[in-house]
């Protein structure tokens, strides 16, 4: 290859990596309904658009031995060693909202990902996939409504 063939490929690689990695912040939203119990265990996590897991973004409830009621998540989520890696926090009472940022690589949005999140509340029933928000432009900001523990939940893009 001659050189200055060399300088625009080096050049244009250069300047197409970065577009390529960028990433923005996205705001998801839940508020919790009056559901009458304790406070809700959430996972929220991402899914490819074959329903694989990809990564976690947050988990309210500290003790583990209450993952397993998070059932999707713990199950999609096993061989992951870092899934709780700095996303985790306390439960979330009932009537509570919980506002969790992430960054999210660009590519992933418009590209059939969704946004999952499973709930459980000791001593009622789990909800595995209480909510599934597709990530895509059209849909952030749009309210989803939840199976049992969530009134709604929605993301902001950034």
Not at 88 to 116: C, N, P, Q
Not at 127 to 141: D, F, H, I, Q
């Amino acid at each position: 290859m001659s050189k200055p063939l060399l300088t625009i490929l080096a050049t244009t690689c250069a300047l197409a990596l970065p577009a390529l990695a960028h990433s923005r912040p996205i705001t998801l939203t839940a508020q919790l309904k009056n559901y009458g119990g304790d406070g809700a265990y959430l996972a929220a996590y991402l899914t490819d658009a074959k329903g694989a897991y990809v990564r976690t973004l947050w988990v309210s409830g500290g003790k583990a031995k209450y993952h397993k009621h998070l059932s999707d998540w713990n199950r999609l989520s096993a061989g992951d060693a870092k899934r709780l890696d700095g996303v985790t926090g306390a439960s979330v009472g009932e009537g509570r909202t919980l506002k969790v940022t992430a960054d999210l690589a660009d590519a992933l949005i418009d590209a059939g990902y969704e946004i999952r999140i499973d709930a459980a509340a000791e001593d009622m029933r789990d909800s595995p996939s209480e909510v599934r928000l597709p990530l895509s432009t059209a849909n952030a900001g749009k309210p989803q409504a939840g199976k049992q523990y969530i009134q709604s939940a929605t993301f902001q893009l950034q």
